[in-house]
C-alpha cells in the first residue's frame, strides 16, 4: 500500500541555519503531498502542499517541490527560527482511491537562538 | 480556515470510567476522522466518517466507539478507561472533494 517515510529526528540547528527534512513516498496512484506542522500542545495545521508532480507548495519561508522522479518531497527553509520548533509531518492523500491521509512518524525540530 | 474544537483539553482518570471526548466543527464539512497519537509522535487513524449516520474502523483497533449523528459533531467514548488508552486524542474533518484536512486542537487524556 502506500506509505510515506520521512527523516528521524530530532533535527537541531542553530537560529538562522538551512533547514532540509527529507521526505519519500510510495504510492500507486496520483497523490497530492503535504507537510503538516504541530507546534507544543497544539492539534496539527498544514503548512504546505503540491498536487502534482513539479508543482512547488510553499508558506512561511518553507517550501516543497513535487518530484516524480524521485518520488520525495523534501521540505526546505533557508533561514530557520526559534518559532520554528515543532513536529513536522509529511503525507499523502489519495483523492480518487481511499480518500484517508497517509502520515509519516513526524519529524522533531530544535531551533536554538 | 475551519473551525474545530475539542473538549477537553486535557483530561485525567481513573481506570474503568467512562469518558466522552467531544470534537465539533462549525464549517459544515461531511467527513471527520479521530486519529491517536503515542508519545513517539506517530499518528494513527481510529475512525473516521463520511456523514451523519456513517461511521468506519481505522487502521489501528481501537476499543473506543464513536457516532455522528449530527453533521457537525463526531464524539469518541471508551465505555472502560484503562492505562493503555493514555494519548493524545485529534480530531480532523474535511470537505468533500478536497484533499486537506483541518485538526483540532487535540485531548491528552491519561488514566491512572
Known amino acids: 500500500g502506500d506509505s510515506v517515510t520521512q527523516m528521524e529526528g530530532p533535527v537541531t540547528l542553530s537560529e538562522e541555519a538551512f533547514l532540509t527534512i527529507n521526505c519519500t513516498y510510495t504510492?500507486?496512484?496520483?497523490?497530492?503531498l503535504f507537510w503538516y506542522v504541530q507546534y507544543p500542545g497544539e492539534g496539527l495545521q498544514l503548512l504546505l502542499k503540491a498536487t502534482k508532480a513539479d508543482d512547488k507548495g510553499s508558506n512561511k519561508g518553507f517550501e516543497a517541490t513535487y518530484r516524480k522522479e524521485t518520488t520525495s518531497f523534501h521540505l526546505e527553509k533557508g533561514s530557520v527560527q526559534v518559532s520554528d520548533s515543532a513536529v513536522y509531518f509529511c503525507a499523502l492523500s489519495d483523492l480518487y482511491r481511499d480518500d484517508k491521509i497517509i502520515f509519516g512518524k513526524g519529524t522533531r525540530l530544535h531551533i536554538l537562538p | 480556515e475551519a473551525d474545530i474544537y475539542q473538549t477537553p483539553r486535557y483530561l485525567v482518570i481513573g481506570t474503568g470510567k467512562k469518558i466522552t471526548l467531544e470534537c465539533s466543527q462549525t464549517?459544515?464539512?461531511?467527513?471527520m476522522y479521530w486519529y491517536q497519537q503515542d508519545p513517539g509522535m506517530e499518528l494513527h487513524l481510529i475512525h473516521y466518517s463520511y456523514g451523519v449516520n456513517s461511521t468506519e474502523k481505522g487502521d489501528l483497533s481501537s476499543e473506543s466507539t464513536v457516532s455522528r449523528i449530527r453533521t457537525e459533531h463526531f464524539p469518541l467514548t471508551l465505555e472502560s478507561a484503562r492505562p493503555s488508552h493514555t494519548s493524545q486524542y485529534l480530531c480532523?474533518?474535511?470537505?468533500?472533494?478536497?484533499?486537506?484536512?483541518?485538526f483540532g486542537p487535540g485531548t491528552r487524556l491519561t488514566v491512572l
Open positions: 480532523a474533518s474535511k470537505p468533500g472533494g478536497t484533499d486537506t484536512q483541518y
Open positions: 464549517m459544515g464539512h461531511d467527513k
Open positions: 504510492a500507486t496512484g496520483y497523490p497530492s
